[in-house]
């Protein structure tokens, strides 16, 4: 990648980011939950700008889109620091309420948890444990960035079969996340 001109780089950033914009959009989101939503689309824009400005360190990653993914949950955590200080300046904390140290504490374990599980290739081995047909659908809905109509083209099934491969797929990801057996 490093012989690419700067107009290949610019052109190969813009298809990744537009291929993986819904992924990014929705780890934001998890960071964000209901209450900072609003702060989503200013995210997504400031993963973006990131990503122009370190274009060269992006498009040298194996795995580009790990890489956007944590930018844009970091960036929404930096959001919503700012949106919560805010707050908090126009009606302090009750006792109800977790407090900015708290809430910075979980931030720092979910981080420290996130990078163990890229080093170790979680995610992957996740994916791996799915059935073969269910585990291609996966992979080109979320790792290709395909439509489920070009999904259903591919493995010659309908759109409806599609959703359910993902369904299945991602209440199988969660079970076993939720199970703690990794």
Aim: proline letters at 3%.
């Amino acid at each position: 990648m490093l012989k690419a001109t700067e107009n290949e780089k610019n052109a190969l950033l813009g298809e990744l980011f537009e291929n993986y914009r819904g992924v990014i959009l929705f780890s934001i989101l998890k960071v964000l939950g209901d209450e900072d939503k609003y702060l989503a689309e200013d995210c997504l824009s400031q993963t973006f700008l990131i990503a122009c400005q370190k274009k060269d360190i992006l498009l040298s990653k194996e795995k580009p889109i790990l890489w956007l993914i944590a930018t844009g949950k970091n960036c929404a955590r930096h959001l919503k620091r700012q949106a919560h200080t805010e707050r908090e300046k126009m009606c302090p904390l009750d006792d109800q309420h977790p407090s900015f140290a708290e809430e910075r504490e979980e931030d720092f374990i979910e981080d420290m948890i996130y990078e163990e599980w890229i080093r170790n290739n979680v995610p992957q081995m996740l994916i791996n444990e799915l059935h073969p047909r269910t585990r291609q659908a996966f992979i080109a809905k979320y790792k290709e960035g395909k439509s489920n109509a070009e999904i259903a083209a591919e493995m010659n099934v309908t759109e409806s079969t599609v959703r359910t491969f993902l369904t299945d797929a991602r209440k199988q990801i969660t079970a076993r996340v939720k199970s703690g057996k990794l």
